[in-house]
């Protein structure tokens, strides 16, 4: 168990989940909800970040040891909920072919790349809903697990800020006011990055 849990953190990424369900199912209601998902890749950042320099001496061993909690705490429920998906669309009738495909994208933790190189790209979402569209984020956080703590293993946390300050300003560069910045992974590390070095600086802060 992490000794640095916080509650408190679990219920705002549970507010921002929930922004984002009532976003979707009630539009006018909540019509900023979408932000929820930028809340939700911040706090991870800062969470993941935290949990990374909190140990003093971060090595390939406790790393491994780090992946292996975020895959027992992440794949179960990710999987279930993919093979109930595509289940359901053999049972109920539906675009198959595209699920089973969405569905593969999903477990290898590509769907936003995926969903981004698809017929419509971004449009898609609006044009023909997939039951499995909302995975598109799972996977950028899955992404984001595996690269931001080589990152801090090899370069320590504030020279990680910048080298993924860099990917930040790179992936503005090549995605710039297109539709499917909204599925770049280094466009959305633009929000991880800010809970990351939320977290860097309260480690690095004066005692008072």
Known sequence: TDRRHSPALDGLRGLAVLAVVVYHAWPEVLPGGWIGVSVFFTLSGFLITRILLGDHVLTGASLASFWRRRARRLLPAALATIIATVLAVVVIGGEVDDTVRAALAATLYVHNWWAAVSADGY??????????????????????????????????????????????????????????????????????????????????????
């Open 123 to 208: 449009w898609e979402i609006f044009e023909t809903p997939s039951p499995l569209a909302h995975m598109w984020s799972l996977a950028i956080e899955e992404q984001v697990y595996v690269v931001w703590p080589l990152l801090v293993l090899g370069l320590g946390g504030r020279r990680a800020l910048v080298a993924g300050a860099a990917v930040v300003v790179a992936g503005y560069a090549v995605w710039w006011d297109t539709a499917d910045a909204y599925y770049a992974t280094p466009v959305r590390f633009g929000e991880v990055l800010a809970g990351a070095a939320v977290a860097v600086a309260l480690l690095h802060r004066p005692s008072l």
